[in-house]
């Protein structure tokens, strides 16, 4: 098809329309045509309506660049007679990651088995179970931290508790995908000579996990400790009510210390965590 030929075809059929090749032999081939103009032009709707919907405006960016410029500078430039003052509230947090993610790993363990198909056979409790993963897992820690506020009261409490459920959902939710891609010959092997089901899976299946199971505690440990540096904005205690108090009174000088802190402390906990994997995985 000539260059020519091709301009005269409407723009609906030239994206929509495959392209007929005719080949020397008299026969011919349909080929799709590109997507690319159809996906591009999708996208750039999208982000209109998205923009629209949430107030983004390029001129207010601009207008308040030289600002930004600013805070980061007082940002990067914290004040070290500040640090004394960061290490309560740091404790605070890494007390709330080290609890919530003990106890939302070990709760993880016993409902990630009863939700591998592999394991459970019974589709009602098992889709029963899987709909709790997913409920639990669907909500930010955050919002955990502001319902348990409202319940048991303002403090770290609350936070290990938000913690917790967070931690229950994602590592519940990666250890029974784990789970089901084990080699299951030695359980039915043990289970066929009468095993119990508990007694077949804690010898044939819970090594094979348990290396998984670590790496997915080691990998929350990380995410935990940047949750529960934020926590503190709903009363969750922790370096966040810390972080909202010294934004408040502009004194951004701390907020850097305090973000130099977090910095180092999660450096720190993803080198460890790194040594430790490599000896468990």
């Known amino acids: 098809m000539t260059k020519t030929a091709e301009n005269n075809i409407p723009l609906f059929d030239r994206i929509f329309k495959p392209e007929r090749i005719v080949l020397d032999n008299g026969h011919y081939v349909d080929r799709p045509r590109s997507r690319v103009y159809l996906i591009l032009l999708v996208l750039i709707i999208c982000i209109i309506i998205a923009a629209k919907a949430t107030g983004f405006d390029f001129n207010v960016i601009i207008r308040r660049f030289g600002q930004l410029g600013v805070i980061l500078g007082q940002i990067f430039q914290p004040r070290w007679s500040f640090f004394p003052k960061v290490i309560p509230p740091l404790i605070g947090t890494i007390k709330m990651s080290i609890v919530g993610t003990v106890v939302g790993c070990v709760l993880a363990l016993p409902m990630s088995i009863l939700a591998s198909s592999n394991i459970n056979r019974n ?153 430790i994997r490599s000896k468990i995985v």
């Open 123 to 275: 589709r009602p409790s098992l889709l029963a179970i899987r709909f709790i993963i997913s409920v639990v897992r669907s909500l930010p820690a955050i919002v955990y931290a502001y319902f348990f506020v409202l319940v048991f009261g303002l403090g770290t409490f609350a936070g290990s508790l938000a913690i917790a459920f967070f931690t229950f959902g994602i590592v519940a939710k990666m250890l029974y995908e784990n789970i089901e891609t084990i080699d299951m010959g030695p359980y039915e092997a043990m289970t066929s000579f009468g095993a119990t089901t508990l007694q077949s899976f804690w010898t044939a299946c819970l090594p094979q996990i348990l290396p998984q199971f670590f790496d997915n505690c080691l990998y929350c440990s990380e995410l935990n400790v940047r949750n529960s540096s934020i926590l503190g904005y709903v009363g969750a205690g922790g370096l966040g009510l810390l972080i909202n108090e010294r934004v408040g009174l502009r004194q951004y000088n701390d907020v850097g210390m305090i973000l130099l802190t977090i910095f180092v402390v999660v450096m720190t906990i993803d080198l460890v965590n790194d040594y």
